[in-house]
């Protein structure tokens, strides 16, 4: 079967740095996407890996590893409004979207 | 990035009535854009895969007869909730698949309109 495993909830401190870890199994592969959702929207585009490493875009950076399935979103200088759920979701081979349930960010003063 | 919009953002209506939702990808051609719907604190859940100039493919369970996808242009998918019930009652989402991209964006990617909320009465 196809799944996407990540963490249901995190807390973190503002100001810190936090990790949110995704693994993945899914048909053939051809990306991993990040979202942002804030309660009540739709989500919104963070990072799309499809080569080994690591992608940085300001505050955020995303890894990937195809070889373990693996992926993650860092987060630095963690602010109040980063509070939301982070989706994982995975590109199979013929491009349908494999979504994770979403990691639930809760920022801390 | 690239720009999904929908209309309407929130629609209230009688059980019964049909509510059609529109879905247009402003600066870019979308030969495949996708229908979600997510209910309050789950994961979204993929309806329907439109594409431009064919029929949809509907995921397993979701009613085709119920859930009419247009996909007429490279523009604008709709998706029509034929004779709404309350349990149609839900958040959903459209996106669309863009193949455009410069520098700072990936060449592919699947990008989402803001949602429409639909509340049947």
């Known amino acids: 079967g196809q799944n996407i495993d990540q963490p249901t909830e995190m807390t973190a401190t503002e100001g810190a740095i936090v990790q949110i870890n995704c693994t993945y199994q899914?048909?053939?592969?051809?990306?991993l996407f990040w979202y942002q959702q804030h309660a009540g929207e739709a989500p919104t585009f963070l990072s799309y890996?499809?080569l080994d490493g690591l992608e940085e875009k300001g505050r955020f950076s995303s890894f990937l590893s195809r070889s373990k399935g693996y992926s993650y979103l860092l987060l630095k200088e963690l602010q109040m409004k980063d509070s939301a759920s982070y989706l994982c979701a995975a590109w199979n081979s013929n491009y349908q979207l494999i979504w994770g349930a979403g990691t639930k960010l809760i920022i801390k003063p | 990035g690239a720009v999904v919009s929908q209309h309407p953002s929130r629609v209230i209506c009688k059980s019964g009535t049909s509510v059609k939702i529109e879905c247009r990808s402003l600066d870019f051609q979308a030969t495949t854009m996708f229908w979600y719907r997510q209910f309050p604190k789950q994961s979204l859940m993929l309806m329907a895969t439109?594409?431009?100039?064919?029929?949809?493919?509907?995921e397993q369970g979701v009613e085709k007869d119920k859930f009419l996808i247009n996909h007429a242009s490279l523009t604008l998918s709709t998706l029509t909730v034929t004779s709404a019930h309350p349990e149609d009652s839900s958040f959903y989402i459209c996106?669309?698949?863009?193949?455009?991209?410069?520098?700072?964006?990936?060449?592919?990617?699947?990008?989402f309109g803001p949602g429409t909320r639909l509340l049947v009465l």
């Open positions: 439109s594409n431009e100039g064919s029929k949809a493919t509907y």
């Open positions: 899914t048909s053939g592969f051809n990306g």
């Open positions: 996106s669309a698949r863009s193949y455009s991209g410069g520098a700072s964006a990936p060449q592919e990617t699947q990008y």
């Open positions: 890996n499809v």
